[in-house]
């Protein structure tokens, strides 16, 4: 039906930049909303930023200043710049894309993941 693949995770060290990139594929209609959560080693799942269609974004306070979310709404694309890593940004990233049809309250789909990992 619909399916999210995840690319750009890897190895870098601390200070180093990464970017992440998100296709949504499949039966799409439309996509209200798209973003990246991360779960780092040890902890929950938890948001990194995101971004609707019209192009308003949100970050979390642990990413703001330094990621960067964007969207390509013909390519049903996401990507996440980031700059300045740390290790603390380790973990697994994942894409997110909120349909707002499907169900009474839309339809999440979920990338399966890809890890970034921050060296010190």
Known sequence: QVQLVESGGGLVQAGGSL??????SGTIF???AMGW????????RE????????????YADS???RFTISR??????????????KPE???VYYCNAHLPYGSLRGMDY?????LVTVSS
């Open 72 to 85: 390509d709404n013909a390519k049903n694309t996401v990507y996440l710049q980031m700059n300045s890593l």
């Open 19 to 24: 970017r992440l990139s998100c296709a949504a």
């Open 89 to 91: 940004d380790t973990g």
């Open 30 to 32: 439309s996509i209200s």
């Open 63 to 65: 990413g703001k200043g």
């Open 47 to 58: 948001l990194v930023a995101a971004i609707t269609s019209g192009g308003s974004s949100n």
């Open 37 to 44: 959560y991360r779960q780092p080693p040890g902890k929950q």
């Open 110 to 114: 979920w990338g399966k993941g890809t």
